[in-house]
């Protein structure tokens, strides 16, 4: 079961204050979207592994500087798991300018999400994330095909935005203005 943006964030600010029992439940409602996250980000299983630790130990350090009012729980964990993603991937061998190797292909049977297994997810909470999987893929259809391949790269795969704005051919900060307008569209069309 999913929870709500105010238990998330109640949780959290139970776990700025060192309780154990608040942290155990935020890492059993958000280490699957976490695994997620970094999974398609770093495409490797055992890094992913050493990555989510990494992410709940800045989450138990650093909860104290979550402030609900200004983002919700679960956005400032994905951010944390970015982060941690981005540190990853700029400490690679190919980011020194040694050649990069990915993990799969454009075969949809070759992604690594397809193969992680969920432990513990009943049938009904399975059908919820498909159903919010596919609500988000329409989502995404509804924006521009750049805008839509630009908030992947930067969300989904890693890339840096000034990456981004050379791959796109524009000004850093109008890369910077489509990923903001881009989210918020994508914001509106999940609350519809």
């Known amino acids: 079961m999913c929870l709500t943006e105010d238990a998330t964030t109640q949780l959290l600010q ?8 608040a942290f155990r439940e935020v890492y059993k409602h958000s280490a699957a979207k976490l695994t997620g996250v970094l999974t398609r980000m770093l495409r490797d299983r055992a890094e992913v592994e050493d990555a989510l630790q990494d992410v709940y130990v ?43 190797v990915v993990a799969y292909g ?14 513990g997810l009943a049938a009904e909470d399975r059908m919820q994330i498909e159903g919010n999987a596919r609500r988000a893929v ?16 930067a969300y989904l795969e890693g890339h840096s935005y000034q990456e981004l704005a050379e ?8 890369m910077r203005t489509w990923l903001r307008r881009s989210l918020l569209r994508l914001k509106e069309c999940l609350d519809r």
Do not use: H, Y
């Open 14 to 21: 139970k776990v700025a204050r060192q309780d154990r029992a």
């Open 138 to 153: 329409e989502c995404f259809g509804e924006l521009e095909p750049d805008r839509a391949a630009a908030v992947q790269g």
């Open 58 to 100: 800045r989450v138990w350090q650093r909860a104290v500087q979550f402030d609900g009012a200004r983002g919700n729980g679960m956005g400032w964990l994905v951010a944390i798991a970015r982060n941690v993603a981005l540190d990853r991937l700029r400490a690679r061998p190919e980011t020194r300018g040694m050649s990069r």
């Open 106 to 119: 454009d075969n949809p049977d070759d992604d690594p999400l397809a193969r992680l297994a969920a432990p």
């Open 167 to 174: 791959r796109f051919g524009v000004p850093l900060n109008t």
